[in-house]
């Protein structure tokens, strides 16, 4: 199993890795299945759409889709948020992100007081797997940044954009 994608995220890492190759298929998109049998995909302006895998992949405007998110908390204030992609269904972060100290969310991370995110893709037993972690205060821009390129191996990779 491949741990390296999330190194940062904890326990759910392990839960989301180990559980990839059972993301896929029918019912795995973000509309919780399709209406035509097939492959989930969208005909709304702006919905997300699908892989042959049922993964969502991005929006009509090529933004990544997410099938949600984790947040934590240190003192009421959000100290981290991670948004899930492909790979993932909501399912499995609504499962995970609780047992890693999180609260789920079908939302996306809140962009307000954030330092910056870390675009996440790997190859996962075969499978794409896609995630930003997002970064608020105490972190600092170097921090993040550091510990974004730490994500990078062989089949990994990692880019961090300040805010």
Known sequence: MT????????????????????CGGA??????GNRDGGNPTSADAGSPT???AGSPTSDDAGNPAWVGSCTT???GAIVG????????????????????????????????NRIGHCDIAARVSGRMVTERISYYPPST?????QQCM???DSSTTAVFTAD
């Not at 790979?87 to 972060?93: C, D, E, H, K, P």
């Not at 992100?97 to 307000?112: E, I, K, R």
């Not at 821009?141 to 940044?145: D, K, N, Q, V």
Request: hydrophobic share 35%.
């Open 73 to 75: 908390r240190s003192g």
């Open 150 to 152: 730490d994500q990078n």
């Open 27 to 32: 019912g795995g998109g973000r509309d919780g």
């Open 81 to 112: 948020c991670t948004e899930y992609g492909e790979g993932y269904t909501a399912s499995l972060v609504m499962t995970g992100c609780p047992q890693g100290g999180g609260t789920y969310s079908a939302g996306d991370c809140t962009t307000a």
């Open 141 to 145: 821009i170097a921090l993040a940044t």
């Open 3 to 22: 741990t390296g994608i999330l190194k940062a995220a904890g326990v759910f890492a392990v839960i989301a890795l180990a559980s990839v190759t059972a």
């Open 50 to 52: 699908s892989d042959d």
